[in-house]
């Protein structure tokens, strides 16, 4: 579900559908590097991607990063904010760059924030538009993100 998330904020809420979440296909791997990337689209009225959520992390665990691409309008300083429930833990994503079709915000994870992310049943993806003082949010099924990592040998929590 996509929503405009108040409780962050103190601000009144508003709730928008999302149609889905939708695992774009299998991990990939570098052999050379022995990485491999799981990706995410969410996506929102009218098949438009609210978000894509991709997880990078070695097969043995290490150095894992979290991205989120997000659309062009995004509030640059705030960034994007991952909060993974049950539990609600949070994790900033500072904005790395932004391109023609998007902005880019990622966090390299630490061990203890990798298994919060893959210890949960759902990600919510968190981000306030540009011009707004209201935070827009997506949430997905953690399996969505991580199963395709698995499936390529990727030992996760």
């Known amino acids: 579900m996509i929503r405009f998330d108040s409780a962050a904020l103190g601000l009144a809420g508003l709730l928008l559908a999302v149609t889905g979440a939708q695992a774009q ?25 609210f978000a894509t959520v991709s997880l990078q992390v070695g097969k043995s ?19 994007v904010r991952i909060v993974a429930n049950p539990g609600a833990v949070e994790i900033p994503l500072p904005l790395d760059v932004c391109f023609p079709d998007g902005c880019r915000a990622s966090a390299d994870l630490s061990a203890e924030q990798l298994a919060q992310v893959t ?4 990600l919510s993806v968190q981000f306030i538009p540009f011009s707004s003082t209201e935070t827009v949010s997506g949430e997905l099924a953690v399996a969505d993100l991580i199963a395709p990592l698995r499936q390529a040998g990727v030992n996760l929590p």
């Open 119 to 122: 210890g949960a049943q759902t």
């Open 25 to 49: 296909e299998p991990a990939t791997c570098d052999p050379a590097t022995d990485r491999c990337s799981g990706l995410v689209r969410l996506v929102a009225e009218g098949d438009q991607t």
């Open 61 to 79: 665990r290490a150095d894992a990063v979290l991205f989120v691409i997000a659309p062009l309008g995004i509030a640059a300083r705030p960034g």
